[in-house]
T-cell receptor, first 113, second 115 residues
């Protein structure tokens, strides 16, 4: 069975600064996908970024980037130039080709003005 | 785009009654739909996976007779909470995938309150 661990229940960052959210996972699969989702107060799940395990290059989406370390089974999210709208709960998720996703417990991020 | 809707967004029902939640993929055909339950400030807990035209696969510990899932078409799945009790109060989220891609598209969720 797959497990996803987010060791930081809560984090805060000053507006315009950079913050990194941690995620580790455990699996015996070789082909899988990793995701970071954002859940703002509206509770709508929003995909932030995704990474295919077979790709060595770290994914980047504007201010969001990941540090994917496959051997270490680590998948951290870096948010640069943090904005007030980034305040949300962030979930790391793992998915195999079989289709089911496993989510971490989440990190509540607060961006302070 | 890939938009998933849920209806209703918020429902209040009395203990002992049943309530149905709809999940629709608006602009694509969903090969698979997932139903999650989420308590405040907690993670998403997968309840079941449904494929069009076949019986849903429930996760361990989820009562299939209490949480009835019907995936009657490629764009609609329903979750019926039967004989609801206050402990069933929660936020229910559906998601859908199209084809055999890995990406999930989430609905906005339904808040169920059982009084």
């Amino acid at each position: 069975a797959q497990t996803v661990t987010q060791s930081q229940p809560e984090m805060s960052v000053q507006e315009a600064e950079t913050v990194t959210l941690s995620c580790t996972y455990d699996t015996s699969e070789n082909n899988y996908y990793l995701f970071w989702y954002k859940q703002p107060p509206s509770r709508q799940m929003i995909l932030v970024i995704r990474q295919e395990a077979y790709k060595q290059q770290n994914a980047t989406e504007n201010r969001f980037s990941v540090n994917f370390q496959k051997a270490a089974k680590s998948f951290s999210l870096k948010i640069s130039d943090s904005q007030l709208g980034d305040t949300a709960m962030y979930f790391c998720a793992f998915r195999t080709n079989a289709g089911k996703s496993t989510f971490g417990d989440g990190t509540t991020l607060t961006v302070k003005p | 785009g890939a938009v998933v809707s849920q209806h209703p967004s918020w429902v209040i029902c009395k203990s002992g009654t049943s309530v149905k939640i709809e999940c629709r993929s608006l602009d694509f055909q969903a090969t698979t739909m997932f139903w999650y339950r989420q308590f405040p400030k907690q993670s998403l807990m997968l309840m079941a996976t449904s494929n069009e035209g076949s019986k849903a696969t429930y996760e361990q510990g989820v009562e299939k007779d209490k949480f009835l899932i019907n995936h009657a078409s490629l764009t609609l799945s329903t979750l019926t909470v039967t004989s609801a009790h206050p402990e069933d109060s929660s936020f229910y989220i559906c998601s859908a995938t199209k084809g055999f891609t890995y990406e999930q598209y989430f609905g906005p969720g339904t808040r169920l309150t059982v009084t």
